[in-house]
């Protein structure tokens, strides 16, 4: 895999990832339906937080793969969290800020 395709792919798995929690009522899409009704904010912002090391996880496996890792000081996971927190704003606008029928 080249360098740009794995980059992409990063990128493409962040959008999906931070997209999940808010999408659908399942615990990280596969586990069981949540008890309530609803996940709970909490629930969603914890599934938020894990599925950014997820994502993380899976970059840091490319980046070895393609050569030596760069070590990263805390402004890059400060930086990385943000971006992650944005790319998940459409999903939020989806499950809270939109009027739904039957709701």
């Known amino acids: ?18 997209n999940l929690p808010f999408m659908n009522e399942r615990w990280l899409a596969v586990g ?26 899976l970059a840091l496996a490319l980046e070895r793969r393609l050569g030596q890792i760069y070590p990263q000081g805390w402004e890059f996971y400060a930086i990385t969290a943000t971006l992650f927190v944005t790319l998940a704003f459409p999903g939020f606008v989806w499950r809270y800020l939109t009027k739904r029928r039957g709701r």
């Open 32 to 57: 069981p339906m949540a008890s309530s009704k609803e996940k709970s904010m909490w629930g969603r912002l914890a599934e938020l937080v894990l599925l950014y090391f997820l994502v993380g996880l």
């Open 1 to 18: 895999m080249t360098q740009t395709a794995s980059i992409w792919l990063v990128i493409l798995a962040a959008l999906v990832a931070a």
